[in-house]
């Protein structure tokens, strides 16, 4: 199956730790820019929407997450 191109206000996830950066592995962030045809800028967000870490990370080092086209079911 081939691998989905990452590209602008995707959801993306760290798949490794960047402790010079205080991420960790797993941490979910959003494409906000593409530096290189590799390289995006990712934005981490908390809870309330506040940025935490924004960083040029390559795509190597992401992994695209998706819903599979199925709603999202938000509580209220």
């Known amino acids: ?4 191109k990452i590209k602008l206000l ?11 950066r205080g ?3 797993g941490e979910v962030g959003t494409i906000v820019e593409t530096l290189a045809p590799d390289v995006f800028e990712v934005e ?3 809870d309330d ?3 935490y870490a924004m960083f040029a990370i390559p795509v190597g080092q992401l ?3 998706h819903n599979q086209g199925k709603a999202l079911k938000l509580a209220a």
Request: aromatic share 4%; net charge negative.
């Open 63 to 65: 992994m695209l997450l």
């Open 44 to 46: 981490f967000s908390d």
């Open 1 to 4: 199956m081939a691998q989905k």
């Open 10 to 20: 995707d959801t993306v996830a760290l798949t490794a730790d960047l402790p010079e």
């Open 49 to 51: 929407g506040q940025t």
């Open 23 to 25: 991420l960790k592995r």
